[in-house]
């Protein structure tokens, strides 16, 4: 048996692998880069996020990297107020039946990448991109550049927003700049200033752009995402930034803020993009899952969970239709398509509200103080109930 082909090693590959060999398969990775590693921002993850952690074997390795945070803070970046808070203690864990957590996705990544290297179903090969793929009878064909086949029962496209796989198979052009440029910081958490609140998810919004901060590596690391109205004209999809745009963009906020936004010496720029939801993600023994399949918008937080997830419903709509592959895809795609294309939609709405002015911004933070505390958890409950 050929056994199953990941294209891709990131969160949604690694974690489609895990779910995958749990259920007996044999799987095979194939990583375009040199090694296993993930640059970017820090995740949150919600009650739905680690029930598909645990699902997938992973928490246990992932937990001494994790941080807790006391609540999400919505300010107002003009003068700091806050407008709401959800509390993420004991009052969230009764609600969900679980934690709430931030983690940075380099840490994320190698938790799963260490669990996975521990099951002898799963071989993970770096340097091999894969550029395209051949139906043959009763399976596919993962080509790759430099002439190298690997043959597969099934094959999962997990090579991200720009993916190869879905190109080949939708032929739907690239991804849709939204119009936002994010801005990626890390620093050391003994850099941060003691008038900024590290113990909190804490989300600023501004005219024309929002901040999120909040700890990661247990702690040690402190992430800052900036989300800005700006035109993008590079070639690539990002590119290392001075960040000299977030100091005019952010001039008149608090000082708390303010400050904060000076600490790092070097910001990682990328592109905002996504795609419009599609109802078509596989033909025959091929599907896609992560970005590959619905790429979003950060604004719900929801990406890498929602990748996380997929992985869960693969591995356990195979492990139902062991003998019909093409059978079992299409369950997984039927199940899941909704879901990610309410998040990509909602993520996308998102953007407007976080980056209004007035008069639409007083409508929203009167909306904000109306909904905090347990009404605004409630609001949250369609995204944290998920189950396995």
Partial sequence: MAGFVVAGGGIAGIAAALA???R??????LEQA???EEVGAG???GPNGRRALEALGVWEALEPSVVFPHSIRIRRARDGA???????GTTFANRFGTTYQVVHRADLLAALVEVANANPRIILHTGSRVSCYRADDGGLTALLEGGAEHAANALIGADGIRSRIRAQLLDDGPPTFAGHVLYRALVDMDAVPAAVDTNSVNLWLHEGGHVVHYP???GRKFNIVVAVNENWHSEGWSEPSDGAILGMRFAAVAEELREMLTLPDEWLRWAGADREP???WGQGPLTLIGDAAHPTLPYLASGAVMALEDAVVLGREVEREPADLPAALRAYERIRQPRTARIVRSS???AGVYHAGPPLSFFRDAFIRMTSGRRGLERMAWLYDWRP
């Fill in 20 to 22: 995958l060999a749990g």
């Fill in 24 to 29: 007996g398969h044999e799987v095979t990775v």
């Fill in 34 to 36: 040199p090694s296993f």
């Fill in 43 to 45: 995740i949150q993850i």
């Fill in 82 to 88: 806050t407008l709401g808070e959800l509390p993420l």
């Fill in 216 to 218: 990661v590596s247990g």
């Fill in 278 to 280: 599609v109802g078509h």
């Fill in 348 to 350: 996308h709405r998102l």
